[in-house]
């Protein structure tokens, strides 16, 4: 396959991802162009369906690079499609359990680590593959299992959510974070509850030889998200990104 975040990923440059909620093509096209590596596609708090899917991978394999998909809670299946539409990557929200691992691993890996079911094609005209059984026995290495990280009982069980085979990564969600470190009490993604956790869940990731990956609001987190070891990181939402560019706009105009 092309060099692409995966590859870059694996021999160690650290990734940036963009975050997309706004379900369209055209946003993805700015956001690779504006100089993210990759995007992600939210399913799961944004507004990406299927359909957009397919085009949002279209729109990044036009600029040659690969998208992320985030699937909602405990949508295994669609994490397969998101493989077969071509995403290069899926990161599972609420992943708390072995169990949780072992099934999302398995939706993501064709045996003898998982189960995905065979049905490639347009993941293969994505990735430039014309060989079914070079597609077969590559997919594996050259895509990525990510699981959230967001609860006490994920934490809990975090050593053992690394060891699964086809788990590549963790993904460390801060909001959501926060708030099960506080019972609920407070939303505040890097806050005095969780800085500690974060810091933790990186070196556990790393001791396992897994890539720690995070979702930082703002450049300063991920400044510091990256001090910490994390290496995929996602920096605001597309939405964030208009407004905070527009308000910029705005006020140097009106300088
Ligand atoms: C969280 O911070 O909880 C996330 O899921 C990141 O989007
Ligand atoms: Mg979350």
């Given at each position: 396959m092309a060099q692409d975040f995966v590859s870059e990923l694996k021999s160690g440059k650290d990734i940036i991802t963009a975050w997309s909620g706004i379900p369209n093509g055209?946003?993805?096209?700015?956001l690779l162009t504006a100089g993210y590596h990759t995007v992600t596609l939210d399913m799961q708090h944004g507004f990406h369906d299927i359909s957009s899917t397919l085009t949002c991978v279209a729109s990044a394999k036009m600029l040659g690079q690969r998208l992320i998909v985030r699937i909602p809670v405990g949508e295994w299946?669609?994490?397969s499609r998101a493989l077969d539409m071509g995403a290069a990557a899926v990161i599972a929200p609420m992943i708390n359990t072995v169990e949780d691992a072992k099934a999302?691993?398995?939706a993501m890996k064709f045996p003898p680590v998982g189960a995905r079911s065979w049905g490639p094609g347009r993941a293969m005209l994505v990735t430039g593959q014309h060989d079914q059984s070079t597609y077969l026995t590559s997919?594996?290495?050259e895509t990525l299992a990510i699981a959230m990280i967001e609860t006490r009982e994920a934490l809990d069980n975090l050593d053992a959510i690394l060891a699964v085979p086809g788990?590549?990564?963790v993904f460390v969600g801060p909001s959501d974070l926060s708030v099960t470190f506080s019972d609920g009490a407070e939303i505040n993604q890097f806050g005095e509850n969780t800085i500690s956790v974060i810091e933790d869940i990186a070196a556990r990731t790393i001791a396992a030889g897994k890539i720690p990956c995070i979702f930082a609001i703002l450049p300063e987190q991920l400044k510091l998200s990256r001090s910490l070891g994390y290496r995929l990181c996602a920096l605001s939402t597309?939405?964030?990104?208009?407004a905070r560019g527009a308000a910029q706009l705005l006020s140097e105009a009106q300088d």
């Open positions: 055209l946003v993805v096209e700015a299946g669609t994490a999302f691993a398995g997919a594996n290495d788990i590549d990564g597309d939405g964030g990104a208009i």
